[in-house]
């Protein structure tokens, strides 16, 4: 018999160790242990990004219409159902408008004979460039000190922040590994993956725009206001100038 599952007891299973790594996560307002299928999740161990926490975003936005297809038996055959959150209605989310624009660029793709890793090959093939671009850079800027190598340096950093965040997103490779690897690119910018992917992913895909959640809001703060919670000052009428600066920085 499924029961009524409440948050607290949700939140508990993170898949730490506090939670003898137990992983429990909340999709269409059913809760599900998780834990048998993290060990051989098609997508790596992104999956654990769900633990302690509703993951239907992360379930619809990762998978395309076909992936979910495949997804739901896999949620039947690999995971334990435990029952249902409390406060549930029994109604989907009203996501029409998401899983149209989904499916018809899944089928733009499928008419060109393409899948959303096309260009897999081409991600590899930059990440080299831009690996071989940095050290080189480095190089000259460290023992020449070039101002131009200095420059070019930044814009190589940039591209390390497009492939990072494509592979943290688990949209540049067919394989997980893949994906870590692009991912873990972050870390010549200075970044962490591990910090970035829970920032990002939980904090701003989950609730975007939401003040005290995602914490885009306060990105710039108190320098630049991107968000109406943000306290209005009165040099963020020159932000347009301000914006740029920081860009040059």
């Excluded at 898949?15 to 051989?40: A, C, H």
């Amino acid at each position: 018999m499924s029961r009524v599952v409440s948050w607290s007891e949700v939140e508990v299973h993170d898949g730490s160790r506090k939670s003898g790594k137990s992983s429990w996560t909340v999709i269409y307002d059913q809760v599900y242990d998780i834990t048998p299928l993290i060990k051989i999740h098609p997508g790596g161990d992104i999956i654990r990004l769900g633990a302690g926490k509703d993951s239907t975003t992360f379930y619809e936005s990762h998978h395309s219409a076909t992936q979910l297809r495949v997804a739901e038996k896999w949620l039947k055959k690999h995971t334990v159902h435990i029952g249902t959150i409390e406060g549930s209605t029994g109604k989907k989310p009203d996501d029409a408008f998401f899983r149209t624009c989904r499916d018809r660029v899944d089928s733009l793709l499928s008419s060109r004979g393409w899948t959303r890793h096309q260009f897999e090959s081409w991600a590899w093939l930059e990440m080299i460039l831009t690996l071989v671009a940095f050290f080189v850079l480095a190089y000259f800027k460290t023992t020449k000190a070039s101002i131009v190598a200095a420059a070019l340096g930044g814009l190589v950093t940039g591209r390390i922040g497009f492939l990072m965040h494509s592979g943290n997103h688990g949209s540049l490779s067919r394989r997980a590994w893949g994906n870590k690897i692009l991912g873990m690119s972050m870390y010549l910018a200075g970044g962490s993956h591990t910090v970035w992917r829970n920032e990002h992913q939980i904090a701003h895909h989950l609730e975007p725009n939401v003040a005290n959640s995602d914490n885009d809001c306060t990105i710039g703060s108190p320098l630049l206001r991107f968000h109406p919670d943000v306290p209005q000052r009165w040099w963020h009428r020159l932000q347009q100038f301000t914006t740029c600066m920081c860009k040059l920085c």
